[in-house]
């Protein structure tokens, strides 16, 4: 009676505790200290998975800022010549290029901040509007946006730099080959707990058997495309709110196309 319980208090008390939760206690008999065994062998073998599974969060997690940092190619230089393009632009009277130069300074500061990983949605919205000005100027007349996000919800939190991409996917590839009245939309609702954002085109959209396909290749179920910010995007609201939240593509051939962002509702 007193053998195997000796060997479960010398169990809890092992000082090695990566070895400590590999092993398990054999205790054959169908009593009460072998369930007492069972439940004990069990709790280690969660808290192993519970391990092993942040930890393999946390190396994602960093492998995604070293892929964003990677695609940081000197931003402070990047920075500061463009402020010399504005005043530059400004001296010479071209109030154009002063404001381009301006609007792209604002998204470059703003998405290499690292001390900043959530912001409010009005934040993020400020820096998309500066963004669709720049994409103008380039595709002229190739589209318009109509923001329908309600007020009430521009304080909750979100990831930052999670809509431009998605709006820059609209554009290249749901509008880039479309000959003009193109529109995109962004939306905002709360549903239960949860914020759903969802960036939608009338673009050419794709087929199901291609819609089903990039789904899976954003939740690392194939590699059947080449682009890393959609699965970049799901990866990090998995990473940061948990499993149930994520991006989902909805499209119809020749329809358009819906990028839905879900995540949980927080006022910041």
């Known amino acids: 009676i007193f053998n ?9 008390g092992a000082n090695n505790l990566e070895k400590n939760l590999n092993s398990t206690i054999l205790y054959n008999k169908d009593d009460e200290i ?13 808290i192993n998975d519970l391990i092993n599974i942040n930890y393999k969060n946390q190396i994602e997690q960093k492998e995604l800022e070293l892929r964003q940092l990677q695609n940081q190619v000197n931003p402070h230089f990047i920075y500061n010549t463009l402020e010399s393009i504005h005043m530059m632009a400004e001296l010479n009277d071209d109030l154009e290029t002063s404001i381009m130069a301006e609007y792209f300074g604002s998204i470059i500061r703003y998405s290499m901040n690292r ?11 400020e820096i998309i509007n500066n963004y669709i000005y720049l ?7 190739l589209f318009t946006i109509q923001n329908l996000v309600p007020d009430e919800l521009l304080n909750c939190e979100i990831i930052k730099m999670i809509i431009q991409p998605l709006i820059e996917n609209s554009i290249y590839h749901g509008l880039s080959e479309c000959s003009g009245d193109g529109k995109i939309i962004i939306q905002g ?7 759903l954002l969802s960036i939608s085109d009338n673009g050419i959209g794709m087929d199901e058997a291609t819609r089903d396909n990039l789904n899976d290749y954003i939740n690392d179920k194939n590699n059947n495309f080449k682009g890393i910010a959609l699965r970049n995007i799901n990866r990090r609201l998995k990473l940061n709110y948990g499993s149930n939240y994520g991006l989902e593509i909805f499209s119809i051939e020749g329809k358009g196309t819906s990028m839905v962002l879900t995540l949980p509702f927080i006022i910041k």
């Open 115 to 125: 001390k900043i990983n959530t912001v409010t949605l009005d934040k993020e919205l």
């Open 34 to 46: 072998g369930s007492l065994i069972n439940s004990y062998n069990a709790m280690k073998s969660r």
């Open 4 to 12: 195997p319980i000796k060997s479960l208090i010398v169990n809890m």
């Open 189 to 195: 609702q709360k549903i239960d707990n949860n914020l």
């Open 135 to 141: 994409q103008k100027i380039r595709f002229d007349q």
